[in-house]
């Protein structure tokens, strides 16, 4: 991973995973891919994020510049600090030239590769203050030398899980989106943001990776 330019102005998921525990996952998908546990499946500007409805959207994401750029993967994770204001209350990240070892199917069960959006910020450990997070993400492809939106916006929310017996767990998911649709070669960008939804609606840690296809033998 070479980390081309990170402005000065500008993975780690604290909770357990339900798939560890043996839980249902509520899978979501869109074109290109989406998922989350609890997650809100959306189109653009079909969605209002705290405040950020208008101003947070495909057309205006797409001609900024980006706040980090990368070429081939974005490995470890990118994490942005807590604020952030690029096209309103977001943090965009371009990738150049994606390298093939992030690309393809996954096998033996495992996922394909794909462009991942994290909370990357404190989770809480309460059912209110876990469902009053949110964040997402719109996802581009380069063609012709524009940003051209594939996904719309992609929105997630916080779930809190509480499990019976044995194993009484409490514990909250934080919001995460992905997108599949990748090619080696191609360019993509990723506008992401996490927020508290409260009516000042701040910003919170966000992480953008590249996942490797996940082979399980």
């Excluded at 690309?103 to 959006?117: R, Y």
């Excluded at 080696?184 to 590249?210: C, F, H, I, K, Q």
Aim: some cysteine; proline content about 7%; aromatic content about 8%.
């Amino acid at each position: 991973m070479n980390h081309r330019v990170s402005d000065s102005k500008w993975r780690t998921r604290l909770a357990p995973s339900a798939a560890a525990l043996g839980l249902p996952l509520a899978l979501a998908a869109c074109s290109g891919g989406e998922r989350s546990l609890g997650e809100m499946e959306t189109g653009a500007g079909n969605v209002e994020l705290g405040t950020a409805q208008q101003a947070w959207a495909p057309g205006a994401c797409g001609r900024v510049g980006a706040n980090a750029e990368f070429d081939a993967s974005v490995d470890p994770a990118h994490v942005s600090p807590r604020s952030y204001n690029n096209c309103f209350k977001s943090y965009v990240v371009d990738i150049f030239d994606l390298s093939d070892d992030y690309t393809g199917p996954g096998a033996g069960g495992g996922q394909d590769a794909h462009l991942q959006v994290s909370w990357a910020d404190t989770v809480p450990n309460n059912r209110a203050d876990c469902e009053a997070i949110s964040g997402g993400a719109i996802f581009y492809r380069l063609i012709d030398d524009a940003w051209v939106d594939q996904t719309g916006q992609l929105v997630s929310t916080g779930t809190f899980i509480e499990t019976g017996p044995p194993l009484n767990l409490a514990f909250c998911v934080p919001p995460g989106v992905q997108f599949f649709d990748i090619e080696p070669g191609e360019s993509y960008r990723v506008a992401a943001t996490m927020r508290l939804d409260t009516p000042a609606n701040p910003t919170r840690r966000v992480s953008v990776e590249t996942l490797a296809p996940t082979i399980i033998r």
